[in-house]
């Protein structure tokens, strides 16, 4: 298979070089020449990795393979969930007030971990309204250390993260409080918001080609949901 792509991305060469030779005033045959040139650069990408993982035994980082041609920049995740042990696309994050406006959202080409994207959410807020919020809560990906939630309580008068692994009483009395559990509560809420940003805006699959407008379009979904939720209001 691999011997076979290659000959075909030869196949390929040739025929675009035979087709820049060829003079045209077609701006649509411009076009797909140049598209297809780009693709066979990163078909044949592809095959290099392929060829040093299946032939050569190499371990290829996932920063550094091609998941699609179509869009490079696509990642892969590995979020352990049952059903979708393997992922790709990119991590949207976001995050929401009780009134379901949306007031930071985040996407990167080369994603961070939830415990980053934690502090940037978190300097943000405190950026953009001049305080951190009164009560933060997110999942346990976000969970660094006991000690940072004892520090971020200093500031707020909550940070209803649950912690990963064993648990004290007292982190366990903490965890099944009423507050604590009312803010799970709303944390699990804003996948209501997410399902509306997929079902409604489109958030399940950018058509946009690139980076930076798969960016973009997160963007504009962000802010026609916020635009919807004043309507309503």
Do not use: W
């Amino acid at each position: 298979m691999i011997e076979r792509v290659r000959r075909l991305c030869l196949s390929a060469r040739n025929f675009v070089a035979n087709a820049n030779r060829t003079a045209s005033c077609s701006l649509s045959a411009y076009g797909i020449v140049n598209n297809l040139r780009d693709l066979i650069t990163l078909a044949e990408r592809v095959v290099d990795q392929s060829e040093r993982i299946h032939l050569q035994g190499e371990k290829v980082p996932a920063s550094q393979r091609i998941f699609s041609i179509f869009e490079e920049h696509t990642e892969l995740f590995k979020r352990g969930k049952t059903q979708k042990p393997v992922e790709f696309g990119h991590l949207v994050s976001i995050a929401q007030t009780r009134e379901k406006y949306i007031t930071f959202y985040d996407i990167r080409e080369r994603s961070l971990h939830d415990t980053k994207l934690k502090e940037i959410a978190l300097s943000e807020h405190e950026e953009r309204f001049g305080a951190l919020p009164d009560k933060f809560t997110a999942d346990k990906n976000y969970y660094v250390s006991m000690d940072e939630i004892a520090e971020l309580e200093e500031q707020m008068s909550l940070c209803a993260i649950g912690k990963k692994g064993r648990r004290s009483q007292e982190e366990y009395d903490r965890e099944h409080s009423e507050e604590f559990k009312d803010m799970q509560r709303f944390r699990a809420g804003v996948e209501g918001s997410i399902s509306f940003l997929k079902r409604v805006l489109g958030l399940r699959r950018c058509l946009n080609k690139g980076f930076k407008h798969f960016a973009c379009t997160i963007g504009r979904m962000v802010f026609c949901h916020n635009l919807l939720i004043l309507s309503r209001s």
